[in-house]
């Protein structure tokens, strides 16, 4: 089941399969993309609103459920529920655990999968589950996308599909 954000982009993505000037590309491997602003600020505070908090001190963790909204910087990513894990001396944020439908934006990009893990240590979030990323009027698509936010770079692995607008004309008619 899609929510209801992940819908905006497939929809993008699946309108540009049926314009004309349009091409497929695929692969099996990996593919590396740019993604998101080289500007990120990973040091920056971490919004996050939800429906419900649950904290664990025992396992040093925050379980925030319904509607989630997580903001940091320029990078905003939306899921049902994520689950924060704090450093054992709870002096910051080790890592943060997205699941079942999550969608990531940063500037005018998007990436949407299953699942999404953000590690601040390593300032690396990958993202697992039917990926799709769309650029512009570009989709791609893999099982697996792994973004370093230090640089902007997305490398996308599984079986990679793309889609790439060749004009932003309509084709002519040739009949």
Excluded: C
Excluded at 12 to 32: D, H, K, N, Y
Excluded at 103 to 126: P, S, W
């Amino acid at each position: 089941m899609l929510s209801y954000l992940m819908r905006p982009a497939l929809i993008i993505a699946l309108v540009t399969l049926t314009l004309p000037g349009s091409a497929i590309a695929q692969s099996e491997g990996e593919t590396e993309i740019a993604f998101g602003s080289r500007e990120q600020n990973t040091d920056a505070p971490i919004e996050v609103v939800s429906e419900t908090l649950a904290i664990n001190e025992n396992e040093n963790t925050a379980l925030f459920t319904g509607d989630v909204v997580v903001k940091q910087d320029q990078m905003t990513l939306y899921a049902p529920w994520v689950k924060v894990f704090y450093l054992e001396d709870q002096s910051g944020i080790s890592h943060m655990e997205a699941r079942e439908g999550v969608t990531l934006i940063q500037g005018d990009e998007a990436a949407e999968g299953e699942n999404a893990d953000y590690d601040l240590v390593k300032d690396v979030i990958v993202m697992t589950g039917d990926v799709l990323v769309t650029q512009r009027l570009s989709a791609i698509a893999s099982d697996k996308m792994t973004v370093t936010l230090e640089d902007g770079k997305a490398l996308m692995t599984g079986r990679v599909r793309s889609l790439l607008r060749t004009s932003t004309a309509p084709a002519e008619d040739k009949n």
